[in-house]
């Protein structure tokens, strides 16, 4: 497999799998690399899972097994070290089958795979671990299936015909042709919602379907979400803790659907002043929620700085709400890239009050305000944002 589609690959994983969380993770590069300290064989415990494992390039190496559930306030994490053949294993129990990552000491990047109370064979080679081999584990055979059909290169080949569409149309001012171009990529993503819940259906009985629900809420379908988890808490699937976190948010997130009025929230700023989301009536406001670890945040950022500057004269702003818990990393950033509006942050990361009184999993995310409160759209970007704005202060 070329780099270049590994990287895509390893991207798309990440976002499907609600897996901006999984940037948590990096804190374990902080480990430090120590020799290699003889540790006692875990015996298998009943009814929970063994994992044996043989890596090239692994040998007396630490090995890090950690979950990577986003739902959960505490992960599961151990360390084996390998031997000077490079094999290792791992005995433990999970309540229910949950994604997990696996990294080699000295290594660069993790791999992710679904884990399951059941015998576990990993293979493969340190130096390459996006292409090890799982199996044993159902859930992770689900996961590389599903992967292989969210990566339906068709739906994103037109959607960027529909892009540069829009672009050249915009380019010469030809407003037919644009508004052409944006019925084009609505009807794009009509599609791609269909084809998600087709896939969720598909898998409804599995812990990956049950993920891949994020998906269709981060598409803007909650209500479309709520009708399949609805299905699926009929099953053993919806009594997890990953479908009873997924119930709260699209109940949360139900009550702030457009037409509805923003809750009020009140966070510190940079410079120590409380802020209230309600100092900004007689605005148009985007609550906009990010993090300085956030890439995707931080490759829209630059689409903010430009509508920003061409509306805050025109009734409008941005109010940034951040989930990091570095502050040092989120004053760097707002910084770096020019974010010249307001920004508050409790500094708690995921576990931001208002991220979670507003059912935020996943950034970057926003909502755009009316001059009452009111919320009149959801997750805008780019020009879809910009297009919005000037409608409304025309």
Known sequence: MKAG?????????????CTVSLLLLFFYDGFSQSKPVA?????????????????????????????????KSRQQSDTTIANAKGQFSFNGKLDEASFFSIRVEGKNSPQYFFLENSPITITGNADSLWAMKVTGSKEENIRQKVQQMMLDTAIGNQYKRAELKYTNARATNDVNAMQAAVKDRQEVLNQEVKRVKKIIGTYSTSAVGVNVLSVLINMGDVAGADSLLTIMEANEIGKTLQ?????????????????????????????G????????????????????????????????????????????????????NNRQNWLNAIRKD????????????????????????SVPANLLLDPTGKIIARNLRGEDLSKKIQELVQ
């Open 243 to 271: 479908a009873k976190f997924f119930r709260q948010q699209i109940d949360v997130m139900s009550r702030l659907n457009v037409g509805k009025l923003a809750p009020e929230f009140a966070q510190t700023d940079t410079l």
């Open 338 to 361: 020019h974010l010249t509006w307001s920004h508050v942050s409790d500094l708690k990361g995921w576990k931001n009050d208002v991220a979670q009184q507003y059912g935020i999993n």
């Open 39 to 71: 540790k006692p064989v875990k015996q298998p415990i009943q009814g929970g899972y063994k994992i044996t494992g043989f890596l090239k390039n692994a040998a007396n190496r630490k090995i890090y097994l950690t979950e990577s559930a986003f739902y």
């Open 273 to 324: 002043n409380v802020i209230k989301l309600s100092s900004f009536k007689g605005k148009y406001v985007l609550v906009d929620f990010w993090a300085s670890w956030c890439g995707p945040c931080r490759e829209e950022n630059p689409n903010l700085v430009q509508t920003y500057k061409t509306f805050k004269d025109k009734n409008f702003t941005i109010f940034s709400v951040s989930l990091d």
């Open 5 to 17: 589609l590994r990287k895509t690959q390893n991207r798309y994983l990440m976002k499907l799998l």
